[in-house]
């Protein structure tokens, strides 16, 4: 179980967030509800451990998460706002480079999130959509038990949402857990909601 209590967050000077406590527990999701500006983007850059926490405590099974840093990296999956791809590689090479770090099938990733059949195309070739799609293709391509989403359907078409929803849904069925910022319905049926805001 990931537990945060009491959390704070600053970005230079300015609180953006303050005293915010939530848990998830395997199976379950928490879509980040809130106004841009409003902290979403930036608890899901705590939670991967790539900003500091301010106050507060955050713990998976009791333990603070950044006793050990890389071991925390290997038990989530961080899908930040940009895909993170370069567009001189390949679709296949892209992928390939983690693998490289987690392992897994990378065919089966790609056909996941239907672009096997574009594997061997430059990145820089694909559409908007395709391009997110394999951003996707990272969460099916090894498990980790934490996913943290950030606006994971941009630019995604009814179908590849579709897709998307069975990759959530056999996550969750594992005993993943899913935080997700998101401004616009995700196939996450059952999912709490935690809102954002400005602190007074």
């Known amino acids: 179980m990931l537990e945060a209590k009491d959390i704070a967050v600053l970005r230079g000077e300015q609180i953006v967030f303050v005293e915010l406590s939530f848990t998830v527990s395997p199976g379950e999701a928490i879509l980040l509800i809130g106004a841009n500006g409003a902290g979403k983007s930036t608890l899901l850059r705590l939670l991967a451990g790539l900003i500091p926490l301010a106050e ?6 009791g333990q603070p998460i950044l006793t050990d840093p890389a071991v925390h990296a290997g038990r989530l999956r961080y899908l930040a706002h940009a895909d993170a791809l370069k567009p001189s590689l390949s679709v296949e090479e892209n992928l390939r480079f983690w693998a490289r770090q987690w392992g897994g099938d990378i065919a089966q990733a790609l056909d996941a999130v239907d672009l096997l059949p574009l594997a ?3 990145a820089r070739l694909l559409s908007a959509g395709q391009k ?3 951003a996707l293709a990272r969460l099916a391509l090894a498990p980790a038990p934490l996913w943290l989403l950030d606006e994971p359907s941009v630019g995604l ?3 590849s949402i579709a897709r998307f929803g ?3 849904a056999a996550h969750r069925a594992r005993g993943g ?3 997700a910022a998101t401004h616009v319905p995700l196939p996450l049926p059952g999912a709490r909601e935690l809102r954002l805001g400005r602190p007074a």
């Open 132 to 134: 997110r799609r394999l």
């Open 177 to 179: 857990m899913v935080l």
């Open 120 to 122: 061997g195309l430059p």
């Open 157 to 159: 078409d009814v179908a």
């Open 166 to 168: 069975e990759l959530l």
């Open 56 to 61: 507060g405590s955050l713990t998976w099974d």
